[in-house]
């Protein structure tokens, strides 16, 4: 799952670096997140340590690069 960082995103728009055209063009996912509520929700779908992750490094395994305006999380439901 790969999900806008909101922390991120509101930082920039207060700080000038994201447009209001760029937040609407590129960060535009209908639910913000940050790193407490989208493990919250994951959490409460079923998902439970150790088993969820949230990927902080530049590089996601072998798949693709993080962008840092992003929060990337992998988890693997119980059977």
């Known amino acids: 799952m ?9 930082r920039g728009f207060v700080g000038g670096d994201i447009s209001i055209k760029l937040l609407n ?11 407490e ?3 919250d ?3 409460q779908a079923g998902f439970n340590d150790p088993a969820v992750s949230i990927w902080f ?12 305006s992003e929060l990337v999380l992998s988890a693997k439901k119980h059977e």
């Not at 063009?25 to 790193?35: E, G, R, S």
């Not at 996601?60 to 690069?65: C, E, K, P, S, Y």
């Open 2 to 10: 790969v999900v806008d960082d909101f922390e991120f995103v509101c």
């Open 25 to 35: 063009d590129v960060y535009n996912h209908p639910t913000q997140f940050n790193k």
């Open 37 to 39: 509520y989208l493990s």
């Open 41 to 43: 929700c994951i959490n």
């Open 57 to 68: 490094s530049e590089r996601v395994g072998d798949l693709f690069n993080r962008s840092q």
